[in-house]
């Protein structure tokens, strides 16, 4: 016969090891580590092949398996019985519930189950049912935040000291988890605010940089001319003038994108769009007549394929700022006297949702009829498949585009894709990235049908 003030003396000095253990920094700084360490003082204490850590989130009003183990394996719960008993035994007053047989457990599983259990129910993955099961829940201050469980393979594996250790246990776990789930959430939002940090300060040193070239260069001529104007026949100063107006446009695209994306980041684009229905042939066209100067004087051959009765349900000043970004890319990023091509086709929602599959993992919601699918095509170095979907992320610029010396602020994708998908529409590109085959960025509107 056991000695019984020994036995509660070995059970408090465990207890006072696992209050120091759980709440040493090393063991808080991550939950994991946390549910590891409970679990290591747990299985000294009683019989422990299986053993696992539910969390309840009051937001979502749901309890899921956090942490488990079985036969010192970590497991992942698949039981959607078990999780639905452990939320029926949360709201419960019983301060542990103790089950000498699988059968008895079994039974409790039937008395909560809206169409009873048909078939033996394992507690958790493992090989073999437990036989020997013991709940107990988690306590941060009076509120029940989880559940803790020890299982056995054998039967009447624990008793009444085991089910009031296990409870001591879980007040302590309680106030641990808490403090190290606080603990997570505040080391994220610290390199939360450190990432958003450097991408202000990149965002300020790219931007200044970007911003002072075509300013260096509207300086430059304006010098020129106001020095040698008496010097310089017409021709001369009707060049400098072009180029100086043409970096002007440039300044304005970049000044526009950076305060457009001011804007989006902050409160979005919907309540600033002027819904009508645009002609996309006219829209390229004016594109087309803004870039003239660079496509005369690079030698480009444009095409253009868009039919005079496609129309699309949007925004025209955004659609114009959308297709000026796609346009300057493609002449940008390309060689002079390459050819660029722009064309438009109807498709229906079957065929859009097959093409936009690789960039738009995720559901979309393809709410019109019809899309008019905008192309503007080149026929350069292309885009290797894993950078696509990185193109349309904020200041985001690819190694080779800042290797070739090309400006950028890395906002003009970004804010076409905002702008795209408030107007219910989507942005994408296919390419090969072979060089040659170049790349085709695609733009999706609703069709506007009379």
Request: aromatic share 10%.
């Amino acid at each position: 016969m056991r000695n019984s003030a020994l036995y509660d003396a070995a059970y408090h000095k465990h207890l006072v090891e696992v209050s120091h253990t759980l709440f040493a920094p090393d063991v808080l700084s991550n939950t994991k580590t946390l549910y590891g360490s409970i679990y290591e003082h747990v299985k000294r204490m009683m019989p422990t092949e299986v053993f696992f850590v539910a969390r309840y989130n009051q937001f979502t009003e749901q309890l899921v398996i956090d942490y488990s183990t079985s036969d010192n394996v970590l497991a992942s719960q698949k039981d959607t019985s078990l999780v639905d008993w452990l939320h029926h035994f949360l709201f419960e007053e019983y301060p542990s519930r103790l089950f000498a047989t699988y059968e008895e457990f079994a039974t409790a599983l039937q008395s909560v189950s809206p169409n009873g259990v048909q078939q033996p129910i394992e507690a958790i993955t493992s090989e073999q049912p437990c036989q020997s099961l013991l709940f107990v829940p988690i306590y941060y201050r009076e509120e029940k935040i989880g559940v803790l469980s020890v299982q056995s393979y054998y039967p009447n594996a624990y008793n009444e000291s085991h089910a009031i250790v296990l409870q001591e246990i879980g007040v302590q776990a309680g106030l641990a988890i808490v403090n190290a789930r606080t603990y997570e959430e505040l080391r994220t939002a610290v390199q939360q605010a450190q990432e958003s940090e450097r991408l202000k300060n990149y965002f300020l040193m790219t931007t200044s940089h970007e911003l002072r070239t075509p300013l260096t260069s509207i300086q430059g001529y304006l010098e020129l001319l106001h020095n040698y104007s008496s010097d310089l026949d017409a021709s001369v100063k009707q060049r400098f003038i072009a180029k100086a107006q043409r970096a002007c446009e440039e300044l304005v695209l970049m000044l526009g994108n950076v305060m457009d994306t001011s804007r989006v980041d902050q409160d979005g684009m919907t309540l600033r769009l002027k819904y009508s229905s645009v002609s996309v042939l006219r829209v390229v066209s004016l594109i087309l007549e803004i870039m003239e100067p660079t496509t005369v004087r690079e030698k480009r051959q444009l095409e253009v394929i868009i039919d005079k009765d496609i129309y699309v349900w949007g925004d025209d000043l955004r659609l114009r700022q959308i297709l000026l970004n796609l346009v300057s890319n493609a002449l940008k990023y390309t060689p002079p006297s390459t050819k660029i091509a722009i064309s438009a086709e109807r498709v229906d929602l079957q065929q859009l949702a097959a093409r936009i599959a690789f960039s738009y993992r995720e559901e979309v919601a393809l709410t019109s009829g019809c899309y008019i699918v905008t192309s503007v095509r080149d026929w350069g170095s292309g885009i290797a498949p894993h950078n696509q979907k990185r193109l349309f992320a904020r200041f985001m610029r690819l190694p080779d585009a800042v290797q070739s010396g090309q400006r950028g602020s890395g906002l003009g994708l970004y804010l076409c894709r905002q702008l795209t998908e408030a107007m219910g529409g989507f942005v994408w590109v296919e390419s090969s990235g072979i060089a040659g085959e170049g790349s085709t960025f695609l733009l999706a509107l609703p069709e506007y049908t009379q």
